[in-house]
């Protein structure tokens, strides 16, 4: 079955834009999880939905956020984008909230100039 | 609230020779702990976690509630295991998933 598909997969913004990050999850699964990913902090937890509900948030600014379809389909909004929100932003899905085992998707990388 | 502590960054290691990659949490209930890894150009992927107390690919990690520690081990370092690893802690059921800033392992030939 097809893995977790997110795109675009590369993006260059410039500071002050908006972007928007999609997720569609493994087929069947109901969570969905973002993560930035940077060298210098890993993996740092955005937030995560459960049929369409933000069930956990992580320690970011209100300038990310999220939102969750029926189809479990997840979109991430960044706006007024900063030269440090360059990074790797990893989706993740599992088969419903709280299941232990995370599926990664191959992340978009995203630019700020 | 949860930590994840991965103390190194880097570990470099000789095939054949063993491999003990650190992990340490504080949560003051009972986690669950994870292994993910990274391959070069892959998408991270569960690697073990400590419930199953399975071994994956050589791999195995023992969780010491004692020393709050989930430290992953290998006997003998294949050149195929160079990759970035992220130990992870889940805090419930219903919590996210924390994750450790990750170790490069680099095994030469």
């Known amino acids: 079955k097809a893995g977790v598909t997110q795109t675009p997969r590369y993006l260059i913004k410039t500071r002050g834009q908006q972007v928007t990050l999609s997720c569609s999850p493994i087929?069947?699964?109901?969570?969905v999880s973002w993560y930035q990913q940077t060298p210098g902090q890993g993996l740092q937890f955005l937030f995560e939905?459960?049929?369409?509900?933000?069930?956990n948030k992580g320690n970011f600014p209100g300038r990310f956020s999220g939102r969750q379809f029926s189809n479990s389909r997840s979109e991430m909004n960044v706006s007024t984008l900063e030269l440090g929100d360059s990074a790797l932003y990893l989706c993740a899905s599992s088969f419903v909230q709280g299941y232990t085992e995370a599926f990664f998707g191959q992340g978009t990388r995203l630019t700020v100039v | 609230a949860q930590r994840v502590t991965q103390p190194e960054k880097l570990l470099s290691v000789f095939k054949g020779a063993p491999v003990e990659l650190k992990c340490n949490y504080s949560y003051s209930g009972s986690p669950e702990l994870f292994w993910y890894v990274q391959y070069s150009r892959q998408r991270l992927q569960l690697l073990l976690r400590?419930?199953s107390r399975e071994s994956i690919k050589g791999f195995t990690a023992d969780l010491n509630k004692g020393e709050t520690s989930f430290h992953l081990k290998k006997p003998f370092a294949q050149e195929e295991d160079s990759a970035m690893y992220y130990c992870?802690?889940?805090?419930?059921?219903?919590?996210?998933?924390?994750f450790g800033k990750g170790i490069t392992l680099s095994v030469r030939p």
């Open positions: 400590h419930i």
């Open positions: 939905y459960f049929s369409e509900t933000q069930r």
């Open positions: 087929s069947g699964h109901r969570s």
């Open positions: 992870a802690l889940k805090a419930g059921a219903n919590s996210k998933l924390t």
